[in-house]
């Protein structure tokens, strides 16, 4: 079975003179036996990234980044700011000829983003839009040429400094992430960034974020300070501190590489304006003599580190369970008569109860946090939390007033009170908007719901 082969790797159009601009809808790159070896590769299904190597001085006012896509058979132009896409339609022995697929979507910018292909669909993760980084999934639209958003379930955004952290595993159509800079969410007023260090997978046929477990400690001080970051079948490879390492998902391991090859590999790496892993092959293309070369990344060369990537959180309740239920046993003997009446209560309650959704959860903190401080949360901080800000104005609403609706009603079942929890007050500043917040009395309770 076949899958989708891709590869993704950014360009600067100042600095290297390979691109030459003969109308807005055709763009030319030089051809070379890197690309050559390129087309020809064999659809494998995972997704290949080039590092994002650190800009010169002179290059501040660059043009934005590009990332070229292989999918499939096809080669891809992708232009961060406006979401414009290329595709190659006529490869010579010297150059390759690009031609604009569709027209700059002011929303997106695809800064800080993901790019990457399954099963012939182009997507960018992630990015940087209306001032703010943001976990919104896009995917590509060949028929109407245009960047259409897929909603999910809650939103996750990558570490992005100073390299994107985020792997596609295309086998199991699922995105990793190790771990999240928590900023822009609409809630905290604080400007220091914070970690979540829960690790995160979106499974994308269904369109859900999961946690499956928790940073490990060493990885994260690894992965606090790499110098560049290529993805490979089974994780992503960076250099922390001179030394390369493999991280790979698949098994959960941190894999160590020699120094010899780490040297080598580095020099290689931060010398190239191309490169990517495949077959545990390392291909690269050099930024200015533009050699081509490739190094093998043979498994002897590294050694497995007494770490894991994560720390998978659902195997830990394991081991205690058996004692667990000796000692819940033993209590419920001793104190029979009691525990059985309480346990008929708890059980009735507890029937009665009605679960709160993801993003009600998200919206009911976002109430909590604005009505301790006396303050309320205004439309715009909504629509972000509930991830429809870049829906239409009708959209929007429906989203904001059924699961506002959703929220009272459940909070009505759960503390068994008519009264309406989340409240709403016209805007001072402007008298045609609503702003809301939760009602006083029901704050502490609200709380002990949601933990």
Request: proline fraction near 2%.
């Amino acid at each position: 079975m076949k899958f989708i082969y891709c590869l993704f790797f950014t360009l600067n159009l100042n600095t290297f003179n390979a691109f030459s601009e003969e109308k807005d809808s055709i763009l030319i790159i030089k051809n070379n036996p890197f690309f050559v070896d390129l087309m020809k590769g064999e659809t494998l299904g995972y997704s290949i990234t080039i590092t994002n190597l650190p800009k010169k001085s002179n290059e501040v006012n660059q043009i934005s980044t590009q990332h070229l896509i292989k999918s499939g058979n096809d080669l891809f132009l992708l232009i961060d700011q406006g979401g414009v896409l290329y595709k190659a339609s006529t490869f010579t022995n010297s150059t390759i000829r690009f031609i604009k697929l569709n027209s700059s979507q002011k929303e997106i910018d695809a800064t800080h983003s993901y790019v990457y292909t399954l099963k012939n669909q182009l997507y960018i993760q992630g990015g940087y839009a209306d001032g703010q980084n943001n976990g919104t999934l896009r995917n590509y639209n060949r028929k109407t040429n245009h960047w259409e958003i897929i909603p999910l379930n809650k939103q996750v955004i990558h570490q992005y400094k100073p390299f994107e952290l985020i792997w596609l595993d295309a086998m199991a159509e699922k995105i990793i992430v190790p771990f999240q800079g928590i900023v822009n969410d609409g809630i905290s007023e604080e400007k220091k960034l914070s970690l979540d260090k829960k690790t995160y997978a979106l499974n994308l046929k269904t369109s859900t974020w999961t946690v499956i477990g928790k940073i490990n400690k060493q990885t994260l001080e690894l992965l606090n300070d790499i110098q560049f970051k290529i993805d490979y079948a089974k994780g992503f490879m960076v250099e922390s501190k001179n030394i390369v390492y493999m991280l790979d998902f698949k098994t959960n391991q941190v894999m160590k590489m020699n120094n010899a090859l780490s040297i080598k590999i580095s020099k290689t790496v931060k010398s190239s304006r191309y490169g990517y892993v495949y077959n545990d092959m390392l291909y690269s293309l050099d930024s200015t003599l533009e050699k081509y070369d490739s190094i093998s990344l043979d498994k002897s060369n590294f050694s497995v580190e007494a770490i894991s990537v994560y720390n998978d959180n659902s195997n830990y309740y394991y081991p205690i369970i058996p004692l667990g239920i000796l000692l819940i046993g033993g209590f419920f003997l001793s104190k029979r008569k009691k525990q059985h009446t309480a346990q008929k209560i708890t059980t009735i309650n507890s029937e009665n109860e009605v679960e709160f959704t993801d993003g009600e959860l998200a919206l009911i903190s976002l109430f909590v946090t604005k009505s301790k401080k006396n303050k309320t949360a205004v439309i715009s901080e909504i629509n972000y939390v509930l991830g429809v800000k870049d829906k239409n104005t009708g959209l929007q609403k429906k989203v904001r007033s059924d699961t506002i609706s959703s929220i009272n009603e459940k909070f009505k079942i759960n503390l068994q009170s008519e009264e309406l929890i989340i409240q709403s007050i016209r805007s001072e500043i402007d008298k045609r908007y609503l702003e809301y917040f939760i009602n006083k009395e029901f704050i502490k309770a609200v709380e002990q719901k949601i933990k």
